[in-house]
């Protein structure tokens, strides 16, 4: 149901897109997008590999994953997604609000995902049961994810892009800057 009316809103704000280059703190974005699907992958199959996880190897890839996500959703959620929703007013107040719906359930399983990660050990064998639930979340997560990154990256992205001020897109490259260096 959600995803039908977003869609009707991907058509609307759709015709209004042009094709061009995107600036480059929007297509840092883009690529956080494709290496948060690259982590979550990897989180899958280390789960999925034959035998015991490597407990090291899933806490350094749950780690990684979480320190992208919470950058990524700060940038978005407190930078990117107020800017559109000033920029487009009551036109756009319906489908940012379908976004933000989204980003709620993302955050749940992400709060998830920090209480498994605070209990996988660095070193050592995991709890089985915790293996099982952070398998659940994986799964959750890579159902989740996809759709919303697409209309992000074909949609909300470039018509962000037309929309945002200089100052924006300074604040953006400088919290992808800031986060480069916690790294
Ligand atoms: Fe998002
Ligand atoms: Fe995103």
Redesign the pocket.
């Known amino acids: 149901m959600i995803y039908l009316q977003v869609d009707h809103w991907l058509v609307v704000w759709s015709k209004a897109l042009n094709d061009g280059p995107l600036p480059e703190p929007i297509t840092t974005?883009i690529g956080e997008?494709e290496r948060l699907l690259v982590l979550l992958g990897e989180i899958s199959n280390c789960i999925a590999a034959q035998g015991v996880p490597d407990s090291r190897k899933l806490a350094e890839l749950v780690s990684s994953f979480l320190l992208c996500m919470d950058m990524?959703v700060h940038k978005?959620e407190d930078i990117l997604f107020p800017c559109v929703r000033v920029a487009l007013g009551s036109d756009a107040a319906e489908a940012l609000d379908i976004f933000e719906i989204e980003h709620a359930t993302i955050g749940n399983l992400l709060s998830q995902f920090h209480d498994l990660a605070r209990r996988l050990p660095g070193k050592g064998t995991c709890d089985p049961e915790d293996i099982r639930q952070l398998g659940e979340l994986t799964s959750q997560a890579c159902e989740v994810m996809p759709p919303h990154?697409f209309k992000?990256d074909n949609v909300l992205y470039p018509l962000a892009s037309q929309m945002i001020s200089q100052e924006t897109l300074r604040k953006l490259a400088t919290e992808a800057k800031n986060a480069s260096r916690t790294e």
């Open positions: 974005m997008h990524h978005e990154i992000e």
